[in-house]
């Protein structure tokens, strides 16, 4: 690691070329990608400084990492700050640095490999020109908004400026990025160029001095006073369709800030600093950037790289298992689909060719796509597989009669996982010759939305087992959770007593849409009427069963009644609600009797689950506990997951609702015995 005289990591290198032409660039010392800590901001305003009393011919800022330019602020810094004044004088700081690249009195260049995002674009959008690679692929965005904030070095100014209201809106409000192309169209990038050429491109911009990019006619009509209000209420309407001002905060101050700054340079900085203080401070930041950092400690499980796996043989081409076999072949993985006969394998197929197109960038990608997954009604796959995911439906004798034939013709040292819902592993594995290398790969439905997979283990599952569950989740780019083997597992343990009880609701004479409405209100991605459709009738019937079992706990009476009846909910067109087109018909709002309690009553049951799992080691972290609920079930991630719910409402007062609910409603909200013990726990008290 390179230091300065005074032992500080040097971030920044800078070379003048025989053309008076300054190249700073940054490698960050202690890190694989670039980010913008305090100390690397500080050390490029000592950069800058001598170029502002002694102006060179131009300034080209350019990264010294392969992977991009710059990957945003430095969120770990997020972390430290106890008040507003601390991140307030953290972000005037970024701003600071970055007024002094854009008043440096020569022209400045951005060389855009890869990557920029957050304060990284917010950096290159200082300079005068940017410049991108075309072989890097460049990724632009502001996602600020997923950390509950909005950008803070400037971007709330300059992306106006430079793209125009509208283009800049989208980045900000909605986080996404966006390719080289479109940087393009919007004025985010001025020119592009080749590895081999960027130095020379560099050269020319500075020379002949282009004029840079700024927002056309139309964003600056936009950008006037009469017409801001009107955009304004456009921008707040959009937004409140997906986002409630309470729930996300920082779309709503992206649009204050514009409303009533108009991107002035005059007062538009400052007030960005006061705002992102502010937002930073608040709950829904200080929760989603905990669960930035929960999602990277799922992706960073299983230290080995465990054995290869590079053939799959998927055997049940239903939804889930179709979907499962498409996934892993869009991945990179060669998969074999089993099924009892053609007619059924074929849908499969199908709803495969669709994700592929969706998913692929061109011919080429989508037709190798294809030829990565065979429909396989023989089962010749199966000697050729590295592992063999079993996604039949939830009959235990049919599953263990399933293994015994994929045994005789398993290769040697191949895997055996299933995708079962609810049964223990113990249950299934105990007529296997090697039961200590079954384990469980839970998908979630739609799998390819989804991100979560619980690996399922017992006692004594071989840890070289885990260890290859955990590459392969990770190859096809999902986020592992390894839990216990256990009745439901994770996410099923909590979702049944949620969907459970809109049940109860409904049987107390509360409307199925207001019930929905309610979790929704709450913060969840959608009610538990709607889910129960989702998921199928017949499957919430199954896996109430097998907690019912477990647990001792009645099963809803109406999930058999509508199962009977074959209105098993989306796949069949009709359950609680009427499906058209894969959606939901529902009623308005009957604004007839809703219980004030009715928010606890559907979200306590699923804390109470989840201290149940920590206190029964399903999952020995919790942490990654409600990481996985969050990333398995959509538990309100501006909440932080159900434990750190009951840690910011209050363990005790979380215990004395619940205990309020069972008095009034039944022992199904008794409080679970780990309560008592997990209070120091979840506390991080010793």
Request: proline residues 5%.
């Amino acid at each position: 690691m390179n230091t300065s005289d005074n032992g500080r990591a040097t971030h920044w290198q800078s070379k003048t070329d025989d053309n008076g032409i300054v190249w700073l660039c940054l490698d960050k010392a202690d890190g694989s990608a670039n980010v913008l800590s305090g100390e690397v901001l500080q050390q490029l305003a000592e950069q800058l400084e001598p170029l502002h009393a002694k102006p060179p011919t131009g300034v080209v800022l350019h990264s010294g990492k392969d992977n991009g330019f710059i990957m945003g602020a430095d969120i770990n810094e997020f972390t430290t700050i106890e008040n507003p004044e601390q991140g307030y004088a953290l972000i005037r700081l970024g701003q600071q640095v970055l007024d002094k690249i854009e008043a440096l009195p020569c022209p400045t260049v951005a060389a855009i490999n890869g990557f920029a995002l957050g304060g990284g674009l917010e950096l290159a959008m200082a300079c005068d020109y940017r410049l991108a690679l075309e072989h890097a692929k460049p990724i632009l965005g502001l996602p600020e908004v997923q950390l509950g904030i909005h950008p803070g070095f400037g971007g709330t100014v300059r992306a106006v400026k430079i793209a125009g209201v509208r283009a800049a809106m989208q980045l900000m409000l909605t986080g996404k990025p966006v390719t080289i192309k479109k940087g393009r169209a919007i004025g985010l990038i001025d020119a592009t160029t080749t590895a081999e050429q960027w130095q020379q491109a560099a050269r020319q911009l500075i020379d002949e001095r282009p004029s840079p990019s700024r927002a056309g006619w139309l964003d600056r009509i936009l950008n006037l006073a009469p017409a801001r209000p009107i955009l304004a209420r456009v921008l707040q309407k959009q937004v409140a369709a997906k986002a409630r001002a309470d729930h996300y905060p920082a779309p709503y101050a992206i649009i204050s800030l514009w409303q009533k700054h108009a991107a002035s340079e005059r007062t538009g900085y400052e007030a960005e600093a006061r705002s992102i203080a502010n937002l930073m401070c608040g709950p829904t930041s200080r929760n989603l950037v905990r669960v930035f950092f929960l999602q990277n400690r799922l992706k960073g499980q299983g230290g080995k790289s465990g054995q290869p796996i590079n053939k799959v043989h998927v055997v049940g081409a239903g939804v889930m298992g179709g979907d499962i076999a498409a996934w892993c072949a869009l991945r990179g993985l060669e998969v074999t689909l089993q099924d009892r006969a053609e007619k059924y394998v074929q849908p499969a197929m199908e709803r495969a060719h669709k994700l592929f197109a969706k998913k692929t960038r061109n011919d080429k990608q989508r037709t190798e796509a294809v030829q990565r997954l065979r429909a396989d009604v023989a089962g010749s796959g199966v000697p050729e597989a590295d592992l063999i995911i079993e996604a039949i439906y939830e009959n235990l004798e049919a599953k263990k009669e399933l293994y015994a034939s994929l045994e005789a013709r398993m290769k040697s040292g191949a895997l055996l996982a299933t995708n079962t819902s609810s049964i223990r592993l113990e249950e299934l594995r105990v007529d296997l010759r090697e039961p200590t290398r079954f384990i469980g790969l839970h998908f979630f439905n739609p799998v390819a939305q989804l991100p979560l997979v619980e690996i399922v283990h017992c006692a004594d599952t071989d840890s070289d087992v885990m260890d290859a569950g955990f590459a392969f989740v990770k190859r096809i780019g999902k986020s592992p959770l390894a839990c216990r083997s256990a009745p439901g597992f994770v996410v099923n343990r909590l979702l049944t007593p949620y969907m459970g009880e809109a049940l109860h609701l409904a049987n107390d004479g509360v409307s199925l849409v207001d019930i929905d409405k309610a979790a929704e209100d709450f913060g969840m991605p959608m009610g538990p009427v709607e889910l129960v459709d989702s998921v199928g009738i017949d499957v919430a019937l199954h896996v109430s069963k097998v907690l019912g079992a477990a647990f001792d706990r009645p099963v809803p009476e109406r999930l058999a009644e509508m199962v009977e009846s074959g209105n098993l909910g989306r796949k069949t067109g009709q359950g609680f609600y009427t499906w058209v087109d894969g959606k939901a018909r529902k009623p308005d709002s009957s604004g007839s009797y809703l219980p004030a309690d009715i928010q606890d009553r559907l979200m306590l049951p699923m804390v109470n689950e989840a201290v149940a799992c920590l206190s029964e080691d399903v999952v020995s972290d919790a942490d990654l506990l409600d990481a996985g609920v969050i990333f398995g079930t959509g538990f309100a991630p501006f909440r932080g997951g159900p434990l750190q719910y009951a840690r910011d409402r209050g363990i005790d007062e979380v215990v004395a609702a619940l205990e309020s609910l069972a008095a009034r409603h039944g022992d199904r909200f008794r409080p679970h015995p780990g309560w008592q013990d997990l209070r120091s726990k979840l506390n991080n008290v010793d």
